[in-house]
């Protein structure tokens, strides 16, 4: 642990020392997230505020989807501008070998590599996600019918959704590590927007409640799903393997 939590600091350090891609992926986290979040107040519940006894349990479920998708575009987009950058200058400058050379195990750097770039997203995310979650109750709830949030609301966005995302870290840094860099890429490009779509429409078509210990419940079998991956995945994870992908 002593070793994995060395790696993580200095990784983390060399990672944010990057502000012009740092202020670009931020940039776009925060041009995303205002203007959905903007979309989603005029289009959902500033209609429903307009009632003369606001449901509740309705407003809890579209201040659920506002803050679901602000954590998702949080992390997923930090991952994505991230994950890509990071293991390409790894593996070009030779950072990796260096490390392998070293008494250390391959699931070390792995575990290491992959918490580098997934905490300061998860900080972010559930930054923006808390503030969502403030400005939107004292702007629009907390006049007229108090501050409004349930336990199931804040497990599912601030437990649940992240943990999809560190096993979605995890599998991206193993498959980055053990092959190229794209082949990582390719799963971080694909998954977190189509996540952020599937979750918006159900959403939307009242098919799923984001704030609910049903949607918890998705995204703690999504998130064992991935362990599953990862585990058949692991085997790869050798310093032959990870020398020989470069």
């Known amino acids: ?17 990057f502000t012009v891609t740092n202020l670009v992926v931020l940039s776009v986290i925060l041009i995303c997230v205002i203007g959905l979040a903007v979309t989603f107040c005029l289009v959902l519940i500033g209609p429903a505020m307009q009632s003369a006894s606001p449901d509740r349990s309705t407003l809890a479920s579209d201040l659920s ?31 990796i070998e260096t490390l392998l050379a070293a008494p250390l195990k391959p699931r070390e750097i ?5 918490l580098a770039v997934f905490l300061p997203g998860l900080v972010l995310g559930e930054v923006l996600t808390l503030l969502v979650l403030i400005a939107v109750n004292y702007l629009y709830f907390v006049p007229r019918i108090g501050f409004v949030a349930n336990p199931w609301l804040l497990i599912s966005n601030f437990i649940a959704v992240p943990l999809v995302y560190l096993g979605l870290s995890l599998i991206v840094f193993l ?4 092959g190229k860099p794209a082949n990582g890429n390719v799963i971080v490009q694909v998954f977190p927007p189509c996540l952020a779509a599937l979750v918006i429409n159900l959403a939307v078509r009242s098919v799923l409640d984001a704030g609910s210990w049903t949607f918890t419940l ?3 079998g999504l998130a064992a799903v991935m362990g599953i991956i990862i585990l058949l995945l692991y085997p790869r994870l050798a310093k032959e393997r990870i020398i020989l992908s470069r």
């Open 1 to 17: 642990m002593r070793e994995i939590g060395l790696i993580l600091a200095a990784s983390i350090r060399n990672n944010l020392r």
């Open 65 to 95: 989807l506002i803050m679901c998708v602000t954590c998702l575009l949080g992390l997923g987009i930090y991952l994505n501008g991230s994950a890509f950058q990071t293991m390409t200058r790894e593996k070009s400058r030779g950072n």
């Open 110 to 114: 792995w575990i290491a590599k992959s």
């Open 175 to 178: 498959v980055g590590l053990t």
């Open 218 to 220: 998705i995204c703690c």
